[in-house]
């Protein structure tokens, strides 16, 4: 299992360097990079965190599909893949609904065109030439001149299971957001199949567990009033369960207890004022545990 680390949209892009360096110094496996309306752009970010990493492997998403020509979009991801081969991964996603309607970019149906813009970015990284006439892509005889030599990966992002199912035919894999449990990453897991499941997890860790949870409670609960997933609601049980929280040693734990559930790739989603240090405090004192 590979584990990694996200920098929040909402993370000041000035901070993005010093974040990249430690991440990797670190000896996390991979850096996600959150695109959200209207702070700064997935790709752009993506290609500094690249450009200043030898190592990491680094996700951006999730990208809204309903703003993504696929054909511009292969594009951009096939020029990074070039410059850094193997270590570029992309996550589309539906857009937050009220940003989507904010710009007028909501679309009758968002799976249809989820799964055509998916399937159409893909084929045009695996090198393919690609016609396509549906509800929402339409391309003639689009073939990419420089398509790259490692494909790089092209995930779905989302919690329903109809979403799980365009991931599982149509995309190399399926990444799941802070408040997937450890049965809901086993309920993801089994609709998924083969594909590569990357599972965004809250981080708190603290000297004991009871400190750790008192941070963590009210971001939960918050989460949980918001409504926004219903699905992963709905499976979510204790805390200890929901995130990575605790001691060193709980953190350790609950890390390998999302592998043993089915995820290929634990993602850190600090909580808290403080993500930096927490970071830091994960690789210091939990790393150790989960690689020594």
């Not at 790089?152 to 990444?175: F, H, Q, W, Y």
Request: hydrophobic share 50%.
């Amino acid at each position: 299992m590979r584990l990694g680390v996200l920098v929040g949209a909402k993370q000041p892009v000035a901070e993005l360097p010093a974040a990249v360096r430690a991440a990797e110094a670190a000896g996390f496996d991979e850096l996600w990079l959150a695109e959200d309306c209207f702070l700064h752009g997935g790709l752009t970010a993506a290609a500094t965190a690249l450009a200043l990493s030898e190592r990491l492997t680094v996700g951006a998403g999730l990208l809204p599909a309903a703003v993504r020509n696929p054909a511009i979009a292969a594009m951009e991801i096939a020029t990074l893949a070039l410059l850094h081969p193997g270590r570029v991964q992309i996550a589309f996603g539906h857009g937050v609904e009220s940003w989507m309607r904010q710009i007028a970019a909501r679309p009758p149906n968002r799976l249809v065109l989820l799964e055509e813009v998916v399937r159409a970015t893909r084929a045009l990284l695996h090198g393919e030439t690609v016609d396509a006439t549906g509800r929402f892509v339409s391309l003639t005889d689009v073939r990419l001149e420089q398509p790259p030599a490692t494909p790089p990966e092209i995930l779905v992002g989302t919690t329903g299971e109809r979403g799980i199912a365009i991931a599982a035919r149509a995309a190399d894999g399926l990444v799941v957001p802070e408040g997937t449990s450890e049965p809901a990453i086993r309920w993801a897991r089994g609709l998924l199949g083969d594909g590569r499941l990357v599972v965004y997890s809250w981080l708190r860790i603290e000297d004991d567990a009871t400190a750790a949870h008192a941070v963590l409670e009210p971001i939960v609960q918050r989460w949980r009033d918001g409504g926004l997933y219903p699905v992963l609601a709905a499976q979510a049980g204790a805390l200890d369960g929901l995130a990575v929280v605790g001691s060193a040693q709980d953190c350790a734990a609950a890390v390998r207890r999302r592998g043993e559930a089915g995820a290929d790739t634990v993602v850190l989603v600090p909580a808290g004022p403080d993500p930096d240090a927490q970071v830091a405090r994960f690789a210091a004192e939990v790393l150790p545990l989960l690689t020594g």
